[in-house]
């Protein structure tokens, strides 16, 4: 046995930050909020750390015993800790990016009235997502799943006071409790069939049952569930609708939690449980369509959005949407790759829109940008890598990981591969009209008066700078060194993955090995999904056509920059023209096919008049508080009666004494005679 | 001998004859005499069963209720003429105020 690691301490740091700023906050300065936030942060990642460097000493996968929690029988379920390669993993980049992350908000969020509260929740979200990544069973990972939920609702909700940003943070909180009941009815259903929630007792039940090569079992039941969970948190169809609302909740807030990590914990969450959807064919196959579709749809919604912080949120659940097509064609390290490197440059992405934003002093509309190279080159730099990094050109981060995606995806079928490409195509035509309309042309916001006048509008984004003469400023350094940071992840972060077809070793894949192709019994795998790394090394005619594939997609990714570059820097007229041409399909697209409309009309409004008409007016008026309100009045009209007897009058009382006497008398009488 | 039930009989209506009394007359003597009634009703009950029965108990029990009629009467008449003379009335309908 390995020494312990404290694991439970990378958890619980945080949430030391976390209570000493919720309930001393509002005493400390912003400087102490800060830095309690940070140092409990920081110390976190530090233990991370710690724990990589001793990692390869450990016996894995390492599992830390912690306190009891619930024992039932012979269930049980503990606070215990589980650390392998995938968790390790995770660790890192919650910790590593959200320590980022940490330190831009202070920059970001100086100005705000509710700076220490705001750095309480952030802390908070990480307690709960670390317990979430670290779990060593279902039950404290569901804990933590729903405890990011809540943080992410506190946050999406941060500005409270705005309607906006408060009904997006419910809508956020409704639309994941309905993947929340399908996760849970998976939890149960484990329970019922393994008797267990732990990782091991689990996987060690599955690891005994045969591939489901035909109809609906029991693994396909919990593996379809666990997806509907998945798709709730990850924002996949149809569930994927909070995602774009959440983006009132504060910028740095978008890059922690609705791009970086707790939207991938859905990732982590299928990852985790590979043996299960490794056995059920059917559910992986629906993983693999959600995922492609996703993709696709988001990506198609994304290139008609002009709000910046808009087209990064469907940006990122089609990014999402490619790491569950990795799932589901049962690449899972190359999802986790991708969910690697995605936090990387979309955390970059919307620290720097973020940026840009403050700079504008609140401007959110890209209609309303432009030329910005000139006046903000750090955040313009940074951007340019995160965009390059997320179209997929290489050597950037995002290429390596899509590539392996794309190239495992097309592997199982051609046509997920297809429309992976198409969409990296679109992934990359709307992030580089995004980068053309903010950093090229002309500035087209309108004068300086019309910029403070945003100031004034947006007074949570504003940040009183020196050189206020001239309204656009580059942020503090603050701000930029975590930018900066990032922006060199995002080039090297996928240089641990490179693959065999370009010279590298893929050592990603390899790290994951352990935990992804350990348990799988050959022969029944290869029967149900093509699982290339199982089969040795792999023969040279297929790295000559890995790289044609590549080759496919990187040109995609240079076709969507040349048509952003065409469309929006060369020929600004043209989009416009093309988008009246089109009509009313363009019209779908900008509007999101009506997908809120439709929602709405399905289940929002049928539900509103439901409940009004029949819960309310119907059992709650007419049942529950009519029965209420009759009894009592009931209660009124006899003792209105029976009041008269108490006249007051010495001999009507006697009088009642002598009819009771002569009743009671009567009835002894009547039943001696019977 | 006589049955026991003609006993019964006289004193069932001796002692509605009593609450009658209490129930509709005012005047608190007569009120007074009408409970004297109906006690002597059920005195008249216990000495028939007593005798019926050739049981003692009944004829005791009739001499407890005798002194406690007796002490009544006493402590009842000194109320009474308590209340003739602070309220110079003995219809009960006006005594029915225990403040003056």
Known sequence: MTPSLHLWLIPILPIVGAAINGFMGRRLTREASASVALFFCGSAFAAALVVAARFSSLSLPHVEYLAHWIR???????????????????????????????????????????????????????????????????????????????????????????????????????????????????????????????????????????????????????????????????????????????????????ALIHAATMVTAGVYMVSRSHMIFERAPMALMLVAIIGTLTALFAATIGIAQTDIKKVLAYSTVSQLGYMFMACGVAAFSAAIFHLMTHAFFKGLLFLGAGSVIHALGGEQDMRRMGGLRREIPW????????????????????????????????????????????????????????????????????????????????????????????????????????LMILAVLSLVGGWVGVPGSLGGSDRFDKFLGPVFHATIPATEAQGAIPEESTKGPEPEAS???????????????????????????????????????????????????????????????????????????????????????????????????????????????????????????????????? | MVPLSYYLILSGILFSCGVLGFLIKRNIITIFMSIELMLNGVNLSFVAFAAYWHALSGQVFVFFVMVVAAAEAAVGLAIIIAVYRTRETLNVDQVNLLKL
């Not at chain 1, 980068?435 to 042309?441: E, K, Q, R």
């Open chain 1, 72 to 254: 039932a029988g012979s269930f049980q379920a503990d606070f215990s800790f589980y650390l392998d390669q995938l968790s390790l993993v995770m660790l890192l980049v919650v910790t590593g990016v959200g320590f980022l992350i940490h330190v831009y908000a202070v920059g970001y969020m100086w100005d705000d009235p509710g700076f220490y509260r705001f750095f309480c929740y952030l802390n908070l979200f990480m307690f709960f997502m670390l317990t979430l990544v670290l779990a060593s069973n279902y039950l404290l990972m569901f804990i933590g799943w729903e405890g990011v939920g809540l943080a992410s609702y506190l946050l999406i909700g941060f500005w409270f006071t705005k309607d906006s940003a408060a009904s997006a943070g419910k809508k956020a909180f409704i639309v994941n409790r309905i993947g929340d009941f399908g996760f849970l009815i998976a939890l149960f259903l484990m329970i019922k069939h393994f008797g267990s929630l732990n990782f091991a007792d689990v996987f060690h039940s599955v690891s005994g049952m045969g591939v489901e090569k035909a109809g609906a079992g029991l693994l396909t039941s919990i593996g379809l569930l666990l997806m509907v969970g998945a798709a709730g948190k990850s924002a996949q169809l149809p569930l994927y609708v909070w995602l774009p609302d959440a983006m009132e909740g504060p910028t740095p807030v978008s």
């Open chain 1, 543 to 674: 790295h000559s056509q890995e790289l044609l594939f590549t080759g496919v997609s990187v040109s995609a990714a240079g076709l969507g920059l040349f048509l952003a570059w065409l469309l929006y820097y060369r020929r600004p007229d043209l989009p416009l023209e093309i988008a009246h041409g089109l009509g009313r399909l363009y019209g779908a697209v900008a509007n999101k096919y009506y997908v809120d409309e439709l929602y709405a009309a399905l289940f929002v409004t049928p539900l509103v008049d439901g409940s009004t008409r029949i819960l309310w007016h119907g059992i709650d008026q007419n049942v529950i508080d009519a029965a209420v309100n009759d009894a009592a009045d009931g209660a009124r009209h006899v003792s209105d009666t029976v009041r008269h007897m108490q006249s007051g009058n010495l001999r009507s009382y006697a009088g009642w004494v002598a009819v009771g006497a002569a009743v009671i008398i009567g009835y002894m009488v009547w039943m001696g005679v019977r």
């Open chain 1, 379 to 482: 955040t313009f730099w940074t951007m340019t890598f995160a965009t390059i990094a997320i179209a997929g050109i290489p050597p950037f981060a995002g290429f390596f990981s899509k590539d392996e995606i794309l190239w495992r995806a097309s592997r199982v079928s051609l046509v997920y591969w297809g429309l992976g490409v198409f969409t990296a195509f679109l992934t990359s035509f709307y992030m580089f009209r995004l980068w053309f309309l903010t950093f090229f042309g002309e500035f087209r916001g309108a004068d300086a008066a019309a910029v403070d006048a945003g100031h004034g509008s947006h007074g949570h984004d504003s940040h009183d700078h020196e050189d206020h003469g001239h309204g656009i400023h580059e942020s503090p350094k603050i701000m930029l060194v975590p």
